[in-house]
């Protein structure tokens, strides 16, 4: 069975039209709380999340959804928000982890990449904290899924 049809999703990798329609529902909510004042900042930041994502090239956009999936499933107390024009992760206000669209920077792929702020220092005194990814496969989508989790461990 392909990852496209084991996952459900649509021919071009990403979300799946009940997936898609469940994401705007979620939108609209955010939206209808972002308007109940000024209480309501992480709903704002995170319908602005999801509209940046909405707004990409399809490719990206596919690739953006699969990674705010991952993330907000695999780490729940990040929240989403804005950063430098681009989807990003905070825990405490501070950007943990972010998504770089590959064709809003003119790069021939985008990056997933983490900040100080995760801990993802290893003995060995190396380590990365960005990736090139050009596409998901369920091996990438479990590194990301680990990256998250140990990042966010103390």
């Known amino acids: ?74 780490a729940p107390e990040l929240s989403p928000k804005l950063w430098y024009g681009q989807p990003a992760y905070a825990r405490k206000g501070k950007v943990v982890c972010f998504f770089r669209s590959g064709q809003d920077d003119k790069e021939r792929y985008s990056t997933f990449g983490f900040t100080p702020e995760a801990n993802l220092d290893d003995d060995s005194g190396v380590w990365s904290t960005s990736f090139a990814v050009a596409q998901l496969s369920d091996k990438a989508e479990k590194t990301i899924a680990t990256l998250v989790k140990d990042a966010l461990s103390a």
Do not use: C, P, Q, Y
Request: proline residues 0%.
């Open 1 to 74: 069975m392909s990852t496209k049809a084991k996952h459900g999703r649509g021919s071009a990798g990403g979300f799946s039209d009940e997936e898609r329609a469940a994401m705007k529902a979620r939108a609209a909510e955010l939206k209808k709380e972002a308007s109940g004042g000024r209480g309501n900042k992480k709903a704002t930041d995170e319908l602005e999340l999801l509209v940046k994502i909405a707004e990409m090239d399809a490719s990206d956009r596919d690739l953006a959804e699969r990674i705010h999936a991952i993330v907000t499933t695999n």
